[in-house]
């Protein structure tokens, strides 16, 4: 993108700003000739404008007008939903290497060590630097993973807005399950073990062990499984093809919803994934036989599966680099996923995937979007103007005023004070 | 190696006929036969800040013969780019490939030997596995050379390697000829992490710096050792005892005599501006500042005291030391005159697209108001590279006597879909998108998953 029209941008921007300080008004804003993609059944609308009135999209459609908008020109540019960040722990980690700063695993827990009741949300912080850094990078929403360290478990995560509000958990309890090598430490070192252990915390879970038999789970280790057994979404980490057809079977068997995460070698059963209408979370940059699970790595594993009728998600599992997820798309349309795949894959399929209403563009739905200097699959794209919940959004982060601190050349004082 | 060189010929004089060394692990590198190619209606980045459009280039006998329009052999390869780009052949300066491998099992795990915050003595050639697949996934990104480096664990971490990407039963096979070694070093949090956690020094940064000088002090008196005996020798004493080898004081001496590349792992400001210091106090130079997650905060000193910064797009906030990343760094430290600004990896996913990862800088810094056109960005991943490397005078640019080190992109290398079509690695063609004849397999992936076929 040129300078002059970052300048431009800028000054749209600045704009908004004294626009938003104007009082609680009610806020309405007008953008026209745009490229919207609605990520639903309109399809790409071309020369369209997209009318927001208290925080909500009241109308897309041609020339519209409304008293009092703010309008902004678009002038032909790409706006889009606001962006899935994948599965992070965004607002649960800090500085990953900062023990005290990260609350999005258990550990070293007390026997039982099987805890499907540990649910992340309750340290969900919207204040932690990463939920701006992610924002005006045009993320609007994340599913915040929970992981217990070598248990098959890792508990519950929830869906969260990267608004910054003190609400912006939405939609249901999502569990995580780990299979394959990663977990081997505390199913007797074998796959198999942890097979034979699910089994029996499912079966507990039925039916609760007599109190003189070692039990697995806790009474509300229990309901919880009880609970994801009608129904549940349960994301499965799992790479091996093998291990996601026992998946298959084992989410099929205990009435749970299944979700596949990683899934490196997901393309060589397509079929059976999609005769079960089981979608796959994946990072489509992995192309490596990084373990023994992953041997199947490729970088065409997206448009693979997307042919074989199975709905694709990209979720590259970065927190502070969540703002990859574009380029992680990019890559996947480069490898043979069409275009409006890719961008589903980062927008309407996550969103239909764990049940919530965001990632596509439509009228009633809260507006959180995204004006894009370009195609947004792009590296030389950047977002423009993120809006969020119906408001322009500051485009500002911990991270662009320390790049203003040190832009300037040679300043008098030391940079301390230079406070953008 | 002059010094050194000399050192080592007086010490195991058996080993020196005829005034030259034989270096120990010599590479056996040898280009592929190639033909003489004639690519044209392309776009060319040279890599010394030059685009031409509509632009022709001549390999011949594994150099580039001439960039831009001129005479070729009627025998000529001739490929028609069809407004295609062509790039020098990209190069990483920070890899792991080969000492940690994929898969990546503890039985591979040679890149770190985390048993001492001083291990100078060993070198990453000695664990570098020939058969790693990613040396293959990093070709089709375009990579035709890349330093391998030990990991940061310590403080002198071991030297580094830089290898042409072409795969052989050995890494002597790979060996750029004639490139200098580099020197790991690593300031900050994980030395005084992996000691300090140990209750052994050391345990601060405070620590960290003492025992750099404590060795470069070391290293001063072993020269001398050294020097005095092979005074002796040449004064005709016939007794003269020659010190004992060290392989720690060879790796550190051949810095303080400018034949060893100094890589140094740096995040923080204050640490790197530190450690210029200390190079000032030695008498030594620092090469290149690795991952430098704060370069962008002293990228005016970087420059005049000619250090280039090695650094990541945008990775930050994994450790406390990388809190301050911000995605124009690349393109700040870039911006002072003689500044030597790189994309470095240090990741097998990372170097397979070190394009976009230029790409994805040169945005921030266009976006945040620096002229950066695409033949200045390509620097970061070419010539710049090549320089911090040590071999800008063989490779990292296409002009007249280079290596024949080149690739041919389907688009601009700078969009995300844009993949390499073709790579020449000393005029041969050793890739090619659609052919898969010409697209290697280590021996670890041959025949894996038998009954699947895509």
């Not at chain 1, 550990?107 to 990463?130: G, K, T, W, Y």
């Not at chain 1, 507990?204 to 509300?220: D, H, K």
């Not at chain 1, 992995?286 to 997206?302: K, Q």
């Not at chain 2, 005599?257 to 501006?273: Q, S, T, V």
Request: charged share 20%; aromatic share 6%.
């Amino acid at each position: 993108m040129s300078r002059s029209s970052f300048l431009t941008i800028a000054g749209a921007t600045i704009a908004l700003g004294t626009f938003m300080t104007s009082g609680a008004v009610a806020e309405t804003i007008l953008i026209d000739n745009a490229t919207i993609h609605t990520m639903e059944k309109r399809g790409v609308l071309k020369n369209a404008d997209i009318l927001i009135q208290d925080g909500v999209v009241t109308s897309i459609g041609d020339n519209l007008s409304a008293p009092d908008a703010q309008r902004i020109d678009a002038a032909g540019r790409h706006v889009t939903p606001s962006l899935f960040a994948g599965i992070t722990s965004i607002g649960l980690s800090e500085v990953s290497g900062v023990k005290e700063s990260v609350d999005s695993s258990i550990s070293d827990i007390d026997m039982p060590q099987m805890r499907p009741e540990f649910r992340v949300d309750p340290a969900f912080n919207p204040n932690s630097s990463l939920v701006p850094i992610a924002r005006v990078e045009g993320l609007g929403f994340t599913v915040l993973g929970a992981t217990a360290k070598g248990s098959i478990f890792g508990g519950q995560g929830r869906m969260a807005r990267l608004d910054g509000s003190y609400d912006s958990l939405f939609g249901g309890e999502i569990l995580f399950i780990s299979v394959g090598r990663n977990v081997s430490e505390l199913s007797g070192g074998s796959r198999a073990g942890q097979w034979m252990l699910l089994e029996q915390a499912v079966a507990e879970a039925r039916t609760p062990p007599r109190a003189s038999e070692p039990a697995l789970l806790t009474r509300s280790g229990r309901e919880t499984l009880k609970r994801f057994s009608r129904g549940g979404t349960v994301v499965f980490s799992v790479d091996r093809a093998s291990d996601i057809l026992q998946v298959l079977r084992f989410a099929k068997e205990n009435g749970f919803k299944p979700v596949i995460n990683g899934g490196a070698e997901a393309w060589m059963v397509a079929t059976q994934l999609a005769e079960a209408d089981v979608p796959v979370l994946l990072d489509p940059l992995e192309n490596l036989p990084s373990n023994f699970d992953t041997l199947g790595a490729r970088l065409d594993n997206a448009a693979l599966l997307h042919a074989a009728g199975v709905t694709v998600v990209v979720a590259g599992g970065e927190s502070h680099n969540a703002r990859k997820q574009r380029q992680m798309a990019g890559n996947a349309v480069a490898n043979g996923l069409p275009h409006a795949a890719g961008l589903a894959a980062l927008t309407s399929a996550p969103a239909s995937v764990f049940g919530v209403k965001t990632g596509t563009l439509k009228e009633g739905q809260r507006a959180d979007l995204v004006l894009w200097s370009g195609d947004p699959l792009e590296t030389t794209t950047v977002a423009d103007l993120v809006i969020v919940n119906g408001k322009p959004d500051s485009m500002q982060s911990r991270q662009t005023l320390l790049r203003d601190r040190y832009l300037p050349q040679q300043p008098s004082l030391p940079r301390a004070y230079i406070k953008p | 190696m002059r010094h050194l060189t000399s050192l080592f010929c007086s010490a195991v004089a058996l080993l020196c006929a005829g005034h030259t060394i034989a270096e120990p692990f010599p590479s056996t590198y040898q280009p592929l036969p190639s033909q003489p190619t004639l690519i044209t209606n392309a776009t060319i980045l040279t890599g010394t800040g030059e685009r031409l459009d509509n632009a022709s280039l001549l390999l011949q006998d594994g150099k580039v013969v001439w960039v831009g329009e001129g005479d070729a052999p009627a025998d000529s390869i001739k490929i028609d780019a069809e407004g295609r780009w062509v790039t020098p052949g990209i190069i990483d300066v920070h890899s792991h490939l080969g000492v940690y491998p994929s898969p990546s099992v503890t039985a591979h795990s040679d890149g770190n030997e985390m048993t001492g915050p001083v291990t100078a003595d060993v070198w990453a050639e000695h664990s570098v596995w020939p058969q790693d697949p990613g040396f293959a996934r990093a070709l089709a990104g375009g990579i035709t050379s890349l330093q391998v480096l030990p990991g940061s664990a310590n403080l002198f971490g071991g030297r580094g390697v830089t290898l042409k990407n072409i795969y052989s039963n050995s890494y002597q096979g790979m060996k750029f000829p004639g490139a200098p070694q580099g020197l790991k070093m690593a300031c900050g949090e994980n030395p005084k992490r992996v000691y300090g956690d140990r209750k052994q020094a050391p345990m601060t940064r405070m620590g960290n710096v003492a025992k750099y000088r404590a060795e470069w002090i070391a290293t001063e008196k072993y020269v001398t050792d050294w020097e005095s005996y092979e005074q002796q020798v040449a004064n005709g004493k016939k007794d003269a005892k020659a010190p004992k080898r060290d392989l720690k004081y060879e790796t550190l001496s051949g810095v303080l005599e400018g034949d060893i590349i100094i890589h140094m792992h740096c995040y923080r400001a204050d640490e790197m501006l530190t450690i210029l210091d200390m190079a000032e106090e030695f008498n030594y130079k620092v090469g290149t500042f690795h991952h430098g997650v704060e370069a962008y905060k002293i990228a005016d000193e970087l420059a005049e005291n000619g250090v280039c910064g090695a650094l990541w797009a945008d990775w930050w906030g994994f450790k406390m030391e990388a809190y301050d990343g911000i995605q124009e760094n690349i393109a700040i430290v870039d911006r002072p005159t003689g500044s030597c600004s790189i994309v470095h990896s240090d990741s097998s996913e990372g170097i397979q697209r070190l394009n976009q990862e230029a790409s994805k800088a040169m945005t921030r810094g266009q976006q945040a108001g620096m002229e950066i056109p695409e033949e200045r960005a390509i620097s970061w991943i070419t010539s710049n590279a090549a320089q911090s490397l040590g071999v800008a005078d063989r490779t990292g640019s296409l002009e007249p006597g280079k290596m024949g080190d080149v690739v041919l992109w389907s688009g601009n290398p700078f969009s995300v879909y844009t993949r390499a079509d073709q790579v020449f690695i000393d005029g041969a063609l050793v890739y090619d998108r659609s052919n898969p004849a010409l697209q290697p397999v280590s021996d670890f992936e041959l025949g894996q998953l038998q009954e699947v076929r895509p």
